[in-house]
């Protein structure tokens, strides 16, 4: 929405002319400040009286088929409504105005990527449940809380890299480093902070996943720099997007059994591969013009072959998964079904529409879960398993 449509509203105003109500959600609620600012100063103005001033906030509430006296009740009922949102962009607007640029910055309004990171720890963690047995909630917690600060940590090193990459590129350019809400310094001692309290988490578990979790910090800081070495900054990102398959299963059994976490690890790094590389093409012309590299660029027109490619990779290292820790009939189905919506993503992505390649995107949220699910009913199916080779075995004796 554009800032000079409140002044068009203001002259046809003035002009005895009605004004299309062209305004719809959000977008109308930052008219109608606009607008109420633009009142405000009139009423400042010489031969423009409170009187004017009344009859345009009426014309207004009229155009939007609201009676006067029933605005402060839209009033009250939009704030309560904003007041009990819980999305997290509404947490974030309701939050103080000092600290939304902070918040902005960790995109904790933008929590996509903090699921991406967070699935493969649920995997893991999944899979090394006992047979019969629900995921550990207690890690849970504790790897939900670490996704959030370690993917906040990861936007902000990003952010503090890229500030001058991000000011020339449009979806960019609005993030709090780049548009001097926040300074560098800044930046960096809130990381310090998160980074702290990332550490207060991996301190909760044993001295094996303490020292591998510790290992994945050079992954998070170096992973910014490679779009400026090579075309595959997708792989590096997989690499530590995915380090939770290891540490996962590490902090219930003590140590990792890598016929089991290396092919989890290897699925995760190839899914990474598939949505960020859809996700890459929304930036592929701002990439050229800057001069940064991706898959997107390196891929072209021939992705949808290498994301089959990646898709099949990913599915066999999930068999592997399976087969080497005694998976059952559940999991296979959410695996087919997972297979299902990779081809469903594949055949119907066009990748010179961006919002369509942001709507592929996220839905792989939806297919982590569904991957999740799986492991859980399955590994309760096991039980099941174990309990009929009991049978049979007290039965032939």
């Known amino acids: 929405m554009q800032q000079p449509y409140t002044g068009d509203v203001l002259k046809n105003f003035l002009s005895g002319k009605k004004f299309p109500a062209l305004f719809k959600g959000e977008e109308q609620k ?30 207004i509430q009229k155009q939007q088929g609201i009676h006067p006296l029933l605005q402060p009740v ?78 906040g940590a990861g936007c902000t090193i990003n952010d503090m890299w890229d500030k001058d990459f991000d000011k020339k590129v449009s979806r960019t350019a609005g993030r709090p480093i780049a548009a001097g809400e926040i300074t560098r310094f800044q930046a960096l001692v809130f990381l310090g902070g998160q980074l702290s309290l990332a550490l207060g988490v991996l ?28 075309y595959w900054p997708q792989l590096v990102l997989g690499l530590t997007f995915n380090w939770g398959a290891l540490l996962g299963w590490s902090a219930v059994k003590g140590s990792c059994d890598w016929s089991v976490c290396l ?15 859809i996700y890459a093409h929304q930036d592929k012309a701002d990439d050229v013009l800057v001069g940064v590299k991706s898959t997107a660029l390196r891929f072209q027109e021939q992705t949808k072959p290498w994301l089959c490619g990646f898709s099949v990779a990913m599915l066999c290292g999930l068999i592997v998964t399976g087969v080497n820790c005694d998976q059952t009939l559940p999991y296979y189905g959410a695996l087919a079904v997972v297979g299902a919506h990779l081809a469903y993503q594949i055949y119907s992505l066009d990748i010179n529409k961006h919002e369509d390649c942001w709507k592929k995107f996220t839905s792989n949220r939806t297919l982590g879960l569904l991957l999740f699910v799986g492991i859980v009913l399955g590994n309760l199916w096991r039980a099941r398993n174990n309990n009929n080779v009991l049978e049979k075995a007290t039965g032939k004796k």
């Open 203 to 230: 301190l909760c578990l044993n001295y094996y996943s303490i020292a591998l979790g510790a290992a994945s910090l050079s992954l998070v800081v170096t992973y910014p720099l490679m779009k400026r070495i090579t």
């Open 263 to 277: 092919p989890l690890y290897f699925s995760g790094v190839m899914w990474t591969l598939i949505y960020d590389t």
């Open 74 to 151: 839209q009033n009250v009922v939009f704030n309560v409504r904003r007041q009990l949102s819980l999305s997290a962009a509404g947490i974030v607007n309701s939050a103080p105005k000092s600290a939304q640029p902070y918040l902005r910055l960790m995109r904790f309004d933008k929590p996509i990527g903090t699921w991406l990171l967070y699935l493969p720890c649920m995997w893991s963690i999944g899979l090394s449940a006992e047979p019969g047995c629900l995921p550990d909630l207690n890690m849970l917690t504790l790897f939900g809380t670490g996704a959030v600060l370690m993917r």
């Open 30 to 59: 930052c008219a109608e400040s606009r607008i109420q600012l633009d009142i405000s100063c009139l009423s400042c103005v010489p031969h423009f009286s409170s009187t004017s001033t009344a009859s345009l906030k009426t014309e």
